[in-house]
């Protein structure tokens, strides 16, 4: 897969543009709610996101910063709408990135105070461009949020930081659309050459989210386009972690993540197979080895379909064969096959 050509721009101690792809999510506690949105902080952080964005909606919302900064190592996002004094009160508290439309917080000499206030301490802007916020003359060029709409929002606001020599940026072009999301992210792709961080705003619920994120942001990666990505669901931010995790891994993109496969079942099966291989999948999501794993309901499908898996389970009428490389190395009753196979994962 080759990744596209970016500006390099530093987030804290990351930098996007280069061979990772950063995981973030959103708290969504209350503003107001300074222990809930540390404690959710903490557990973002714990769950394997890299990246979190708080919203700052009023100067008491400030506080945040300093109390999750101090219980949490990644970097912090301030979301800022409109209000050009709380993105420059967020620096001035140590904030790492500020997400703010330029175009959207008045006159240049508010977009200067920004553009120069960053610029200072180092830190990027993130433009966030989504189907609600293109221009209203946009709109009416386009008659619709159409993905050219999108893009052209999306440089007009990069235009305005570029007038006071700022382009430590990066950019998302977020829709509810799929089609329209992948659309105006390739489009964009072609006219900038700024780190660009994927969404399908507005995705849904947990389940319909993640089947709309994964194609969104699954399409855009695997053709090397995006640096930084967002799994929206209304849900726990905590499931939005394992999401993006999960679609990263499945094109290749988590390198130090175990693979799990598993077949559908069918009337061959003798084993409970659902249930096992859901306890798999549980017992390995925090093991990090490079390593794929197979559990396959039997003989047909295990050790024949399945032999490019480093290990696996085939299962059998009450018992099991673990399996390393296609080659059937012990045979385990069925009580006894999870033990078995991770005992086998921890070996390998």
């Known amino acids: 897969m080759v990744r596209r050509k970016v500006k390099q721009v530093a987030l804290k101690n990351l930098v996007f543009g280069g ?19 540390v404690e959710q902080a903490v557990a973002l952080e714990q769950a394997g996101c890299e990246i979190i964005r708080a919203a700052i909606p009023n100067k008491q919302a400030i506080r945040l910063i300093d109390a999750i900064k101090q219980k949490v190592s990644v970097p912090l996002v301030a979301d800022i709408h409109f209000d050009y004094r709380l993105a420059l009160e967020a620096v001035q508290a ?14 240049d000499d508010r977009v200067k105070q920004v553009a120069d206030a960053c610029k200072a301490a180092g830190i990027p802007i ?14 009416a060029k ?48 072609e006219q900038c050459d700024y ?51 999960d679609i990263l ?42 390593i794929k794993v ?4 039997c003989a ?5 379909e399945a032999r490019d898996a480093d290990l696996g389970i085939a299962g059998g009428d009450g018992c099991a064969v673990i399996f390393k490389k296609g080659e059937i190395i012990k045979k385990v009753p069925e009580q006894e096959v999870l033990a078995a196979l991770l005992e086998e994962i921890e070996a390998y």
């Open 249 to 290: 891994k499945a094109i290749g993109l988590q390198k130090n993540e175990i693979t799990l496969v598993s077949c559908p079942t069918c009337g061959r099966t003798k084993i409970n197979l659902i249930e096992l291989a859901n306890q798999v999948e549980q017992a390995v999501q925090n093991i990090h080895k490079p």
């Open 19 to 37: 061979e990772k792809i950063y995981i973030q999510s959103m708290l969504n506690k209350p503003a107001e709610d300074i222990s809930g949105s």
């Open 142 to 189: 386009y008659s619709r949020p159409t993905p050219e709409a999108l893009v052209e929002s999306a440089m007009y606001h990069v235009s305005l930081l570029h007038k006071f020599d700022f382009d430590d940026i990066v950019i998302s072009i977020k829709s509810s659309d799929v089609e329209t999301m992948i659309l105006a992210y390739e489009l964009l792709a």
């Open 126 to 139: 993130r433009i966030g461009v989504n189907s609600g916020s293109v221009e209203k003359h946009i709109l």
């Open 195 to 245: 780190p660009l961080h994927l969404g399908v705003t507005e995705a849904g619920t947990e389940r319909m989210g993640l089947i709309k994120s994964s194609i969104g942001i699954g399409s855009l990666l695997v053709k090397g386009i995006g640096d930084t990505i967002r799994v929206s669901l209304t849900s726990d931010p905590v499931h939005e972690v394992a999401a993006a995790r």
């Open 94 to 107: 140590g904030i790492d990135k500020i997400r703010i439309n330029p175009g959207n917080i008045g006159s």
């Open 294 to 297: 197979a559990v396959m309901g």
């Open 300 to 304: 047909v499908n295990g050790p024949g």
